[in-house]
């Protein structure tokens, strides 16, 4: 490598700790980039004087000696916009260098929006976002979670059911509409639910883990060897399309008895013999209720719980993971039934693909999704400090 190409990369390795763990020390960072102290200080400059990070000596404890300055993002430094496509509404947030929710705005979308309404509804909240909090610094990315399948590539929905999407270059649509030096990076909601928890959540430690999501539909995010799979058309991990039972009911995508018609939200309602729409009002108000203990909403959490467990163990089976983390309404069933859930998994897995698996709630709650669009809207900042 040429030295230019290496001190990028130095920078790159050194932001990145910085922004993954927030504050650390001069001699914490010469000992995990494996530098002199004397280069270590110099890429600190660099990133200081490029608005990145800053240093700062800590508060309080003892005062002997040279206090030990710690490098931390910078206050005022860029943020990424992170954007969440759920059915019933859009999330558009600002998110610090170091992963910091700094605004936010939930935009209810009436039951769907089309590509070319979300690229207009992010744009018009951008200005709102950036008076809101969003600091002085600059935009250094768009990032947007879909739940349908993702060229991670060009940025191409292959296909959102539930959005009734096909075939649409979100990536391109949303560049055209940003400034050049803002890139636009589109990522499938499991996918980057598992992202951030992996990245900054509660997977940080473990390198074969999958993210189930459940909201409208359920899908899952994998990583194996601490690399993502995403198959070759971005498909790998959509198993709410896996045929449970082919005399169930009859799914959106033509099939019968897929796993999103027991476990998908309109399923968990219609189970607890609910009778209004899909809102997302109706669904917290069904896992209340269940927590509250009545009677109807919790027979529909016993059924999801075995179909859950079921699922999970195949998951187990096909992917040998050492943690599962549960998202959305999964998680609600997780919580409500824990029992239920780890006995269905333990029945229906095999050898030793089940003891010792960890099912566990995300860090970041029903923001997993938020974080991990803003976590790859920083990459090329991240890659390129410059
Ligand atoms: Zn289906």
């Known amino acids: 490598m040429r030295p230019d190409d290496i001190r990028q990369h130095n920078l790159s ?3 990145g700790h910085v922004h993954r763990d927030g504050a650390l020390t001069r001699a914490e960072l010469t000992q995990r980039l494996h530098l002199s102290r004397s280069t270590v200080g110099a890429l600190v400059n660099d990133l200081a004087q490029l608005g ?11 005062r002997v000696g040279r206090p030990s300055h710690v490098v931390a993002p910078h206050a005022a430094g860029p943020y990424a916009v992170g954007v969440d496509v759920d059915i019933a509404h859009v999330t558009v947030a600002a998110i610090t260098l170091g992963g910091t929710i700094a605004a936010r705005e939930v935009i209810p979308t009436d039951h769907v929006v089309e590509p070319d309404g979300l690229v207009r509804l992010v744009l018009d909240a951008l200005p709102g976002l950036c008076a809101a909090g969003a600091s002085s610094g600059r935009m250094c990315g768009v990032g947007v979670s879909v739940p349908g399948t993702v060229d991670i590539t060009t940025g191409r929905i292959g296909v959102a059911p539930n959005l009734g999407w ?39 430690d473990c390198d074969d883990v999958v993210f189930l999501i459940g909201r409208i539909g359920v899908g899952a ?9 995403r ?15 082919p005399s169930g009911p009859l799914c959106h995508c033509g099939q019968h008895g897929c796993i999103e018609t027991f476990l998908g939200e309109s399923a968990l309602l219609e ?19 269940a927590r509250h203990g009545d009677p109807a909403a919790l027979a529909a ?7 859950l467990g079921r ?12 943690r599962v983390i549960l998202g959305g309404s999964m998680g609600e069933v997780l919580e409500l039934a824990r029992p239920e859930v780890e006995e269905a998994v333990a029945r229906y897995t095999f050898g030793d693909a089940g003891p010792g698996v960890a099912l566990a709630l995300p860090a970041f709650g029903p923001d997993s999704a938020l974080v991990g669009a803003g976590e790859v809207a920083f990459t090329a900042l991240l890659a390129d400090p410059h």
């Open 221 to 229: 995010g994998i990583i194996i060897n601490g690399v993502p799979v």
């Open 13 to 15: 390795l050194l932001l």
């Open 231 to 245: 198959g070759r058309d971005g498909h790998a991990g959509e198993i709410g399309h896996n045929v449970l039972d």
């Open 301 to 307: 959490v016993r059924p999801a719980a075995e179909t």
């Open 271 to 289: 189970l607890a013999g609910r009778r209004g729409p899909r809102t997302d009002a109706n669904v917290a108000d069904l896992f209340v209720d």
């Open 52 to 62: 990145l990070v800053e240093e700062m000596v800590p508060s309080g404890g003892a």
């Open 311 to 322: 699922t999970i163990a195949n998951l187990l089976n096909t992917l040998n993971p050492e």
């Open 166 to 204: 096909e075939d649409v270059p979100l990536g391109r649509m949303l560049q055209d509409a940003l400034p050049p030096e803002v890139p636009a990076v589109v990522g499938n909601d499991a996918d980057l639910s598992l992202l951030a928890e992996h990245q900054r959540g509660n997977a940080r």
